[in-house]
């Protein structure tokens, strides 16, 4: 039971830092400004749900849709280490690399769900925990991970007011170091197991 809680919250842990829900409390606090409780919530669900569907496609049918592509995991770990180290290096550094300008309130859900929670990162992130903890562990650091990050999202403009631009701001680069030190670990496994 130990071992189950101690991966449990090592695999939450590391989702949650790449899903990264405060990095997104000032957009979604922006871009849903004016708009209702109820309609912040169902943005916040959107969100969370388009994350979730991206998570739970890959954590299920990750290696079958290796398959059908002819690429391996080392392969997938070093390219998507690579995507993911740009990613923290963005947070890091507050630049914007691909970023969409559609900030239309109606599009708050989906452009939070994915690229900014559900990107190249998380998806990764899924792969390398199904393949080092099997299915089980991970499904259930993904549904944990969401749940928080409703819950961030649900209340970004408190959240936002609480913390101020500028905590939110240093937070946000702190949690870029870790996802590009993360970043780098993975690339160099996935070097390892192509060589």
Known sequence: ??????????????LFVILDPILSVPIFASMTRGQSSAEI?????????????????????????FDILGISL??????G???????GMQMALGIDIGRPKDHSPSA???????????????ITTVILLVNDMGILIPAVAIALSLGATWIILRFSAEI????????????????????AAIAVKIIADGIIGLI
């Open 1 to 14: 039971m130990a071992d189950f809680l101690g991966s449990l919250l090592y695999a939450f842990s590391a």
């Open 41 to 65: 919530s169902k943005q916040a669900v959107i969100a969370v749900a388009v994350a979730g569907f991206l998570l739970y496609i890959f954590l299920f049918f990750n290696f079958f849709i």
């Open 74 to 79: 080392p392969s997938f770990q070093v390219a």
């Open 81 to 87: 280490g690579f995507l993911l180290f740009i990613l």
């Open 108 to 122: 708050a859900g989906v452009i939070i769900g994915t690229p900014l929670l559900c990107g190249p990162g998380a």
């Open 160 to 179: 936002q007011k609480l913390l101020g631009d500028c905590v939110t701001e240093i937070m946000a680069r702190v949690l870029g170091m870790l996802v």
